[in-house]
């Protein structure tokens, strides 16, 4: 599939061209690219690093123009720990499952709602495992990794002189815990 001059070339992709796949039997990919794809993977994602990534699986034909795609994406990836920037490294395994319809029904009216199968795209003329993977590689990281055992301080903030809202303060039900227990050891020690 030639990109054109406004879509950026993927640093995965193994392009098939749906007229040319075979309509009665699946279609196999496995995708691992090599040590220059993942740094451009890592570059295009904003992450530290890509150590390894694997997508593997078929695309098959569903019906007379409907195709199935399944495959299983395994990765270890590295970010910098949101809160201390300390490299933080992440084995993601995402089943992925995509079904690409002919005939896709069309949004009517102001209002859209989603469709209940997420997994439904329009056919195109390509599909792209490697455009796939990326995708759900996207998807599945995390959104704010942090180093083991690094938690997120509290923030207090207060203009001079005033007093600063804690998070406890905001909990009105907190101290019921606490309240509760103290009851009911009362109502142990009076029995």
């Given amino acids: 599939m030639p990109m054109s001059a406004s879509e950026p070339e993927l640093p995965l992709s193994q392009p098939l061209r749906v007229a040319a796949l075979a309509s009665r039997k699946p279609t196999r990919f496995k995708l691992i690219p090599d040590a ?3 740094a451009a993977i890592a570059a295009v994602l ?9 997508f593997q699986g078929e695309l098959r034909p569903r019906g007379r123009n409907d195709w199935d795609l399944e495959g299983d ?7 910098p720990c949101s809160v201390t920037l300390a ?3 992440t084995a993601i395994r995402e089943k992925v499952e995509r079904r690409y319809l002919a005939e896709m029904p069309d949004p009517e009216g102001d209002e859209i709602e989603m469709p209940e199968d997420d997994r439904q795209e329009p056919l195109p003329a390509v599909i792209d495992p490697g455009a796939v993977a990326l995708e759900a590689l996207a ?3 995390p959104a704010y990794p942090r180093a083991p055992g ?4 509290e923030a207090v903030f207060a203009a001079p002189g ?3 809202i804690r998070d406890e303060d905001l909990r009105p ?15 142990k020690g009076d029995g």
Avoid: W
């Fill in 173 to 187: 039900f907190a101290g019921l815990a606490t309240l509760a227990q103290q009851l009911d050891k009362g109502q």
């Fill in 150 to 153: 690094v938690e997120l301080g």
């Fill in 139 to 141: 998807l599945a990281l």
């Fill in 46 to 54: 904003d992450i530290s690093a890509v150590h390894a990534l694997r």
């Fill in 36 to 38: 220059a794809q993942r």
């Fill in 162 to 164: 005033i007093a600063p």
């Fill in 87 to 89: 490299p933080v490294v």
């Fill in 73 to 79: 994406l395994e990765a270890e990836v590295e970010q």
